[in-house]
């Protein structure tokens, strides 16, 4: 074996393999060059849509959900009776406490069709535009390069209303 790879067809199998990582590094080149073509990247300000989205949505049906839990933890607490101050203090912490969990589900219950919205309309403007991938930039992350789409998904969401 090691006679057939001296002289004259040690250079042609050398010559050979060459030729052939050459292919393969061109093949990959290409292959590579033609994913970043087809790559379009965007990216999102979250925190952005989340100030001028969701916050606005929320803050009327919210604010009157809190004010009327906080009448009923009034009434509840002045209902409970004197004596102990130790165990009616842990007895107004129990009611707060319940209806600080009402107040959050009310919050997720408002929050979460909006952020299935903006999802929606996420995909929608990325797609009109060709982005093949959409990344949040809420950190700064993204330092070069890609499309904002935040301006284009909260007009999207504007019309939407």
Known sequence: MIKYFSGKNRITVIGGVAALLVMIALGASWSFG?????????????????KEFVEPMVMEPLSQETDRLQKEL???IAKLPDG???????EAQA???KHQAVLDQKKQELISPLLGQIKVSIEKVAQARG???????TY???????????????QDLAQDQ
């Open 95 to 97: 009611l707060l406490n």
């Open 74 to 76: 009034d009434a509840e």
């Open 34 to 50: 033609r994913a970043q073509q087809d790559t379009m990247i965007g990216y999102i300000d979250s925190d952005r849509l989340v």
């Open 131 to 137: 982005i093949t991938l959409v990344l949040d930039n």
């Open 140 to 154: 700064g992350l993204v330092v070069y390069g890609g499309v904002d789409l935040t301006d284009a998904i909260l």
């Open 84 to 90: 102990d101050e130790n165990k009616k203090l842990e």
